[in-house]
């Protein structure tokens, strides 16, 4: 027996438009996110400063990856948990809720994996396998659509990857520090030292002596790199992190570091042990894909100078001889001394000209 649907679905063809969804650029990105900010007002709560910037810089352009991001924080708002996954998205873990929450039955998700095996399967090969119960449950959780031809798909191809037990995909990670990480681990450890309960804002900014807005961009960085959580108005320090010292510190970003856009472009130019001047490593930073609010194409000095100490720190690069930057073999001299971290001053890059070879 014949979908319900199906009649009324090929009548539409000729009036329906269909779009593809591209990346989206900047005005998008903060137009979807004006509509969750209202979203969530009407339920009483709000997007916080932090969890803004934490989705605009870990979602480059994605829509898909944006509403998982937006799911995720509006369910622990509504229940009550205001934590958020530090420094990336779990896409797996969050497919893996969508399944928990949407799919009741072994059918439904023998349905799923089925559909997920091709780009499109016809929808009477569905019913018919299926019957029309499943298909119109899954259909109406939005986690198949129909397509013109009389077919369905799984409404996200990220969704039919993960099904298909393919790698959770790579995401970009593209965010530059707004600070050198000396300046950074330095707030780390003031907030470190209150342990669980945490330092409110306020107090950072008596303690410190910095503007809050200079505090919240050296707060921007600790939450990125998951190095500090946010409740209400308190920082605290991530609970597996609050005995370790600055070698354990520089192996957790590194971990994280090692994924970044910059050093994956600069591991594949170069050779363990091999190297670069400063002004070839200024122009991988330059040219990267960045969004506007990333990267100021303005300040391309400034930018390698804080990043560069990031990477020196957690021993992925190393700095020597005031011109080169060296790819290590094992990690570099400089992991986890604070000392010489921040190689990436930016006097380094005043007087750095692209005739430097």
């Known amino acids: 027996m014949r979908h319900p649907a199906y009649n009324f679905w090929h009548q539409l063809s000729e009036h329906r438009r269909e779009f593809e969804l591209k990346e989206f650029d900047n005005q998008e990105s903060r137009d979807f996110l004006k509509y969750f900010k209202n979203y969530l007002g ?14 605009n810089d870990q979602c480059p352009g994605f829509p898909w990856l944006y509403k998982m991001a937006c799911v995720d924080i509006c369910e622990k708002k509504l229940t009550g948990n205001s934590g958020m996954t530090p420094w990336h998205i779990d896409v797996k873990g969050m497919f893996n809720k969508v399944i928990k929450k949407y799919v009741g039955t072994s059918e439904q998700l023998e349905c799923l994996k089925y559909i997920a095996e091709k780009p499109t399967v016809e929808m009477n090969e569905v019913i018919d396998k299926f019957g029309n119960d499943v298909i119109e449950w899954l259909a109406s959780n939005r986690l198949v659509i129909q397509l013109e031809g009389h077919k369905y798909a ?3 191809d990220i969704y039919r990857d993960i099904l298909n ?7 970009p990670f593209i965010y530059i520090p707004k600070h050198p990480i000396g300046t950074v681990i330095k707030f780390f450890n003031l907030i470190k ?12 900014v008596e303690t410190s002596g910095y503007k809050k807005a200079t505090i919240n961009n050296i707060t921007r960085d600790l939450y990125n790199f998951g190095l500090i959580t946010r409740e209400r108005n308190q ?7 609050g005995n370790l010292g600055n070698f354990e510190i520089a192996d957790y970003l590194a971990n994280q570091l090692e994924k970044h856009t910059i050093i994956k472009t600069i591991y594949e ?38 990043i560069i100490s990031w990477f020196c720190f957690a021993g992925l690069l190393e700095y020597r001889d005031q011109w080169w930057i060296f790819r290590p073999k094992g990690h570099g001299k400089d992991k986890g001394n604070l000392n010489n971290g921040d190689v990436g001053q930016l006097s380094l890059f005043d007087d750095l000209g692209n005739d430097v070879l």
Not at 42 to 55: A, D, R
Not at 193 to 204: A, E, H, N, T
Not at 235 to 241: K, M, T, W, Y
Request: hydrophobic letters at 30%; zero cysteines.
């Open 235 to 241: 920082f605290i320090a991530q609970d597996n992190l």
């Open 42 to 55: 009407k339920h009483s709560q709000k997007l916080e400063t932090q969890e803004e910037n934490f989705i």
């Open 193 to 204: 030292k209150q342990g669980s309960k945490g330092m409110p804002i306020s107090k950072v």
């Open 165 to 171: 037990g393919k790698e959770e995909p790579f995401i």
């Open 269 to 306: 130019k170069i050779s363990p042990g091999d190297h670069m001047t400063l002004s070839k490593f200024r122009d991988v930073v330059a040219n990267a894909p960045y969004t506007k609010e990333s990267l100021n194409p303005k300040t391309p000095n400034d930018n390698a100078a804080r």
């Open 154 to 156: 799984i409404s996200w």
